[in-house]
């Protein structure tokens, strides 16, 4: 058999990577870039309908390459590319909202949530077709499998039902692909406010650990962690979020079961734990960190391993796209 084509990606959108994008995400990839043909892309169309400044943008492309690379995505085996860098995608997302509802694109509930705040006048038609963009992404690739968080599977599905339309109306075209949704267990809470997702747009970052943070602040962040008072160690999301969350950050960084780690520190006090989840977490960030820097010390080397996983998406990608064109009409 042969193997699943991946595809995922990330924007371009904050300074850094936090430790939800890490253990949600990245650890996810890394992990079947190994099973299988993988494609991890840096989606900065998708990026532009909430960055203006062209220096932010360009900057924090290279700072996700490089978090990409250090954290464990190997751009040797996987192709580690930059959407822009691509044409194919622009164009294909053209040819999809020919096909898109605009009732069916007005479901999209991650368009209702961050327009919500301002109000739909205030918003770009860009932010309105990102979720075409995205499925133009995934069909361009022959895409098995997409793994991605539970905030992103209503896009995934849209995709498989405009791939399965467009087979429908213009013949066998695109490859259906599946969503590999991240486990609950991977979402990580805001060390301030536990109830909510550990979050870039959060108001203040003293509740995010940041994949560039220096270790002393990470250490710092950890240890002023919103706990409770009732001192126990033990998993209890509703009474308990900010332990049961601290519980969940050791055990995706050791490996062990929340369980096994509540009935090792359960009597020991929050300082104890903290500084042992603190050490879990700097142990494995803090070379990923250091590597990062040393890559973005070298932006001319990033370039060129971004340009040449470009010229290999490309070929794939112009396949699909004039193939669906043909299919079309056009060409
Ligand atoms: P975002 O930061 O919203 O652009 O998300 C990028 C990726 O990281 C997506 O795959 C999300 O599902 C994942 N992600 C974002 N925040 C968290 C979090 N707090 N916990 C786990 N995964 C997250
Ligand atoms: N919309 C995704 C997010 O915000 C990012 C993304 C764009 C993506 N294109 C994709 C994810 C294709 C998976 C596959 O997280």
């Not at 430790?19 to 892309?41: C, I, K, P, Y």
């Not at 050791?250 to 042992?276: H, I, M, N, W």
Request: include cysteine; charge should be negative; charged fraction near 25%.
């Amino acid at each position: 058999m042969t193997k699943p084509r991946i595809y995922s990606g990330m924007q371009p959108s904050s300074g850094s990577l936090h430790l939800g994008n890490f253990v949600g995400a990245l650890t996810h990839w890394r992990q079947l870039q190994e099973e299988g043909d993988a494609f991890f892309s840096i989606v900065d169309l998708h990026a532009l309908t909430s960055i203006q400044d062209p220096k932010v943008l360009r900057q924090q492309v290279r700072t996700l390459a490089a978090q990409y690379i250090a954290g464990g995505i190997d751009p040797q085996s996987s192709c580690l590319y930059v959407q822009s860098h691509v044409s194919a995608h622009a164009e294909m997302a053209w040819l999809l909202s020919i096909i898109t509802g605009f009732g069916e694109a007005s479901r999209m509930t991650q368009f209702k949530d961050k327009t919500a705040k301002k109000g739909i006048e205030a918003a770009n038609v860009g932010l309105f077709t990102y979720p075409i963009l995205m499925a133009g992404d995934i069909l361009l690739y022959d895409t098995n499998l997409v793994p991605v968080g539970a905030d992103q599977k209503q896009h995934v599905e849209l995709t498989r039902d405009l791939g399965e339309r467009f087979n429908k109306r213009y013949g066998e075209t695109f490859t259906i692909p599946q969503p590999r949704i991240a486990a609950e267990t991977a979402r990580i809470m805001d060390l301030q406010d536990p109830t909510r997702k550990m979050s870039k747009s959060a108001e203040t970052d003293k509740g995010i650990v940041w994949l560039l943070d220096e270790p002393s602040r990470t250490l710092k962040k950890i240890k002023s962690a919103v706990t409770d008072t009732d001192g126990s160690i033990r998993v209890d999301a509703e009474n308990k979020p900010g332990v049961t969350n601290l519980l969940g950050i050791l055990s995706a960084f050791t490996g062990r079961t929340t369980a096994e780690l509540a009935d090792e520190y359960d009597g020991q006090g929050y300082g104890v734990f903290k500084v042992a989840v603190a050490d879990a977490v700097i142990g494995e960030l803090a070379p990923i960190r250091e590597r990062t820097l040393e890559l973005l010390d070298d932006p001319a080397e990033l370039d060129r391993i971004l340009e040449a996983n470009a010229a290999r998406a490309r070929e794939v990608a112009d396949a699909t796209l004039h193939r669906a064109m043909r299919a079309m009409g056009l060409r």
